[in-house]
């Protein structure tokens, strides 16, 4: 790397520090930890949203998909898009107007018992997992490959990074960090396709031309089927990307940022047009990096393509684009990862300790002392995860976050808001079948056994064919939410909110206690 | 927090507002004009793999080497953004109705 890679990438990263370094003197209560004190406006908070929601396997993992398998990676595109209908029709408003930090907040709304609230938390607590490990892994491999560091010296510097800014700046720093890192990243994709585009005068059509003879797939690169060649293995995949949003702790937390659910709903609007207009821009950094960096190159690099994106900004740009790149992504990385400690923490702090175990009776300083405790567990717990998982893929983990979520938490969130004979025995039997259902479906499945010695965790023969297993474990949390109904109903819980309460506050965002 | 306190000071007579012609009103107002966009975009976005995997009706060129596929996704982007834009001018109305309940039924 030149001097001005160095120069590029540091400013980004100081930039961030400083936010969080002002953000840290407004953090005193646990809503301004957890929630930046429900204070930001729908615009902030769409750009946050979109921020979040433009991790590493949006930027990276896409482009690098599309530069691959052509159109089979812009499935992600059309699915993670197309999930904000799911999140806009049917759930942000009942959430914003039920919850107050968390997911098991909402769901708590309805069904009092702690069992509930636990197992909430625990799905909480496992997908934030999934995901951060993913975040981990591939910021460590992307220093390594800017500095050439060693993977583990990686991960601690990304590591201590994340627990800066959640530490001092809780909520507040986090939303900054990806409010602005949001604009710095879609500044730089659009830069990448103009120059694209650039490349090929303007000619949107001849782009698409072009890559009929670009790759070794040759036309099939613009067709559906690369790589998904079953299609009941595709539609497994697309019911993960649609729902799982819906369920996933650090998106659904966003909506409790903002004062009321006209905020909520404004900011999914400024967060869909963010979101679509980046996702239409993979195509141009997919397609760019398959003809001008080469399908072989993207490979040696990172055999899963995650590389694709700051590698074609280095052709395209040089040094300082590649770097620029790559400074967005490592801040893209490290917003992410501390919005996810932070609605682990949450899961952690309000949800296990302060409600289960303290019956809510905790003071604020207790509740933010609590969450940043349980922010420090879950980071160091992570990094020693990540440590040990440098050669698990990416991508591969992420999916399973948005499976764990579409099965184990969206069948219990649209039943408590639509559902009025739902009951508690119903909620904690439809979180844990699914979350139990897709953890051991992915266990057998080709993402962990593989006939190849040493290409997945295990060698043998799959015994569940498809790597994503939302198909089965999506249905098998409804299913589970019936019966744990029926079950349920023979022997009322007293803890239980009348269905017309929940009804009422979900539809009109009326609160009592009201300041 | 506030679930527990919020529990034992339930004063409003939940079941009794729910069962008033107006909540009833928005209820179905607010269903009947989501149900039908919802069906729409799940079915829009599962007939895509089916389409894709079991027939070759979008493998055909549409615009030049642009084929069908591509075509499909990008009226995906546009559905996404007319629905979003759709529901947003619709809930500021229901907004109306909502706080014309509130103030009929709590605030009186």
Same mark, same amino acid.
């Given at each position: 790397m030149?001097?001005?890679?160095?120069?590029?990438?540091?400013?980004?990263?100081?930039?961030?520090?400083?936010?969080?370094?002002?953000?840290?003197?407004?953090?005193?209560?646990?809503?301004?930890?957890?929630?930046?004190?429900?204070?930001?406006?729908?615009?902030?908070?769409?750009?946050?949203?979109?921020?979040?929601?433009?991790?590493a396997?949006?930027?990276?993992?896409?482009?690098?998909?599309?530069?691959?398998?052509?159109?089979?990676?812009?499935?992600?595109?059309?699915?993670?898009?197309?999930?904000?209908?799911?999140?806009?029709?049917?759930?942000?408003?009942?959430?914003?107007?039920?919850?107050?930090?968390t997911?098991?907040?909402?769901?708590?709304?309805?069904?009092?018992?702690?069992?509930?609230r636990?197992?909430?938390?625990?799905?909480?607590?496992?997908?934030?997992?999934?995901?951060?490990?993913?975040?981990?892994?591939?910021?460590?491999?992307?220093?390594?490959?800017?500095?050439?560091?060693?993977?583990?010296?990686?991960?601690?510097? $990304?590591?201590?990074?994340?627990?800066?800014?959640?530490?001092?700046?809780?909520m507040?720093?986090?939303?900054?960090?990806?409010?602005?890192?949001?604009?710095?990243?879609?500044?730089?994709?659009?830069?990448?396709?103009?120059?694209?585009?650039?490349?090929?005068?303007?000619?949107?059509?001849?782009?698409?031309?072009?890559?009929?003879?670009?790759?070794?797939?040759?036309?099939?690169?613009?067709?559906?089927g690369?790589?998904?060649?079953?299609?009941?293995?595709?539609?497994?995949?697309?019911?993960?990307?649609v729902?799982?949003?819906?369920?996933?702790?650090?998106?659904?937390?966003?909506?409790?940022?903002?004062?009321?659910?006209?905020?909520?709903?404004?900011?999914?609007?400024?967060?869909?047009?963010?979101?679509?207009?980046?996702?239409?821009?993979?195509?141009?950094?997919?397609?760019?990096?398959?003809k001008?960096?080469?399908?072989?190159?993207i490979?040696?690099?990172?055999?899963?393509?995650?590389?694709?994106?700051?590698?074609?900004?280095?052709?395209?740009?040089?040094?300082?684009?590649?770097?620029?790149?790559?400074?967005?992504?490592?801040?893209?990385?490290?917003?992410v990862?501390?919005?996810?400690?932070?609605?682990?923490?949450?899961?952690?702090?309000?949800?296990?300790?302060g409600?289960?175990?303290k019956?809510?009776?905790?003071?604020?300083?207790?509740?933010?002392?609590?969450?940043?405790w349980?922010?420090?567990?879950?980071?160091?717990?992570?990094?020693?995860?990540?440590?040990?998982?440098?050669k698990?893929?990416?991508?591969?983990?992420?999916?399973?976050?948005?499976?764990?979520?579409?099965?184990?938490?969206?069948?219990?969130?649209?039943?408590?808001?639509?559902?009025?004979?739902?009951?508690?025995?119903g909620?904690?039997?439809?979180?844990?079948?699914g979350?139990?259902?897709?953890?051991?479906?992915?266990?057998?499945s080709?993402?962990?056994?593989?006939?190849?010695?040493?290409?997945?965790?295990?060698?043998?023969?799959?015994?569940?064919?498809?790597?994503?297993?939302?198909? $089965?474990?999506?249905?098998?949390?409804?299913?589970?939410?019936?019966?744990?109904?029926?079950?349920?109903?023979?022997?009322?819980?007293?803890?239980?909110?009348a269905?017309?309460?929940?009804?009422?506050?979900?539809?009109t965002?009326?609160?009592?206690?009201?300041? | 927090?506030?679930?527990?306190?919020?529990r034992?000071?339930?004063?409003?007579?939940?079941?009794?507002?729910?069962q008033?012609?107006?909540?009833?009103?928005?209820?179905?107002?607010?269903?009947?004009?989501?149900?039908?966009?919802?069906?729409?975009?799940?079915?829009?976005?599962?007939a895509?793999?089916?389409?894709?995997?079991?027939?070759?009706?979008?493998?055909?060129?549409?615009?030049?080497?642009?084929?069908?596929?591509?075509?499909?996704a990008?009226?995906?982007?546009?559905?996404?953004?007319?629905?979003?834009?759709?529901?947003?001018?619709?809930?500021?109305?229901?907004?109306?109705?909502v706080?014309?309940?509130?103030?009929?039924?709590?605030?009186?």
């Amino acid at each position: 790397m030149s001097a001005i890679s160095y120069v590029i990438f540091f400013s980004v990263i100081a930039l961030t520090l400083y936010i969080t370094y002002w953000a840290a003197k407004q953090t005193t209560t646990a809503s301004d930890f957890y929630t930046a004190g429900g204070s930001l406006t729908g615009w902030q908070n769409g750009m946050a949203i979109a921020g979040d929601y433009l991790s590493a396997a949006s930027f990276l993992g896409i482009a690098g998909a599309i530069s691959l398998n052509g159109f089979d990676g812009f499935y992600y595109s059309v699915g993670w898009l197309t999930a904000y209908l799911v999140v806009l029709f049917l759930i942000a408003e009942p959430l914003r107007n039920l919850g107050k930090f968390t997911m098991a907040d909402m769901i708590g709304a309805r069904f009092g018992a702690k069992k509930v609230r636990g197992a909430a938390a625990l799905n909480t607590i496992t997908i934030v997992m999934f995901y951060m490990l993913a975040q981990l892994v591939g910021a460590g491999a992307l220093i390594k490959l800017l500095f050439g560091i060693e993977y583990w010296i990686a991960v601690l510097i $990304v590591g201590t990074m994340m627990l800066i800014y959640v530490l001092f700046g809780g909520m507040t720093a986090t939303s900054w960090v990806q409010i602005i890192k949001a604009v710095l990243l879609m500044a730089g994709t659009i830069i990448i396709s103009f120059l694209v585009l650039l490349k090929f005068n303007f000619n949107f059509i001849g782009m698409f031309d072009a890559m009929k003879t670009a790759t070794p797939h040759g036309e099939a690169f613009l067709q559906s089927g690369v790589v998904y060649k079953d299609t009941v293995g595709l539609i497994s995949v697309l019911i993960a990307l649609v729902l799982g949003t819906a369920g996933l702790p650090h998106i659904l937390m966003r909506f409790f940022t903002v004062k009321d659910a006209k905020t909520a709903r404004s900011s999914v609007i400024y967060s869909v047009w963010i979101i679509g207009i980046f996702y239409v821009l993979t195509i141009f950094l997919g397609f760019g990096a398959a003809k001008f960096v080469g399908v072989d190159a993207i490979v040696a690099e990172n055999a899963a393509g995650n590389m694709a994106a700051p590698m074609l900004a280095g052709v395209l740009g040089g040094d300082a684009l590649e770097s620029f790149v790559a400074a967005v992504a490592f801040a893209t990385i490290l917003a992410v990862v501390a919005g996810l400690v932070l609605s682990g923490a949450s899961a952690i702090a309000h949800d296990i300790y302060g409600q289960i175990f303290k019956n809510g009776k905790v003071t604020e300083k207790q509740q933010v002392n609590a969450a940043r405790w349980a922010s420090i567990s879950i980071g160091v717990f992570s990094i020693l995860l990540a440590l040990g998982s440098e050669k698990l893929n990416v991508a591969f983990l992420v999916s399973l976050a948005f499976c764990v979520a579409a099965s184990a938490n969206v069948p219990t969130i649209l039943l408590t808001i639509y559902w009025k004979k739902f009951n508690t025995t119903g909620a904690v039997a439809s979180m844990l079948t699914g979350l139990i259902v897709a953890l051991v479906l992915v266990a057998i499945s080709p993402s962990v056994m593989n006939p190849v010695e040493g290409a997945t965790l295990i060698t043998g023969n799959p015994i569940f064919p498809y790597a994503n297993p939302a198909i $089965v474990s999506v249905p098998a949390g409804f299913l589970a939410a019936w019966i744990g109904t029926l079950v349920g109903a023979k022997r009322p819980e007293k803890d239980e909110i009348a269905y017309a309460e929940v009804r009422f506050k979900a539809e009109t965002g009326y609160k009592e206690l009201e300041n | 927090m506030s679930n527990q306190k919020t529990r034992g000071k339930s004063t409003l007579d939940y079941e009794r507002i729910v069962q008033t012609e107006d909540f009833k009103a928005l209820v179905k107002r607010k269903q009947t004009f989501s149900r039908p966009y919802v069906v729409f975009f799940f079915a829009a976005y599962f007939a895509l793999p089916l389409l894709t995997g079991y027939t070759k009706v979008l493998e055909g060129p549409a615009i030049g080497a642009i084929n069908w596929t591509w075509i499909y996704a990008f009226s995906m982007f546009v559905m996404v953004w007319v629905f979003t834009s759709i529901y947003m001018n619709k809930a500021k109305h229901f907004d109306k109705d909502v706080d014309k309940i509130i103030e009929k039924n709590v605030l009186k």
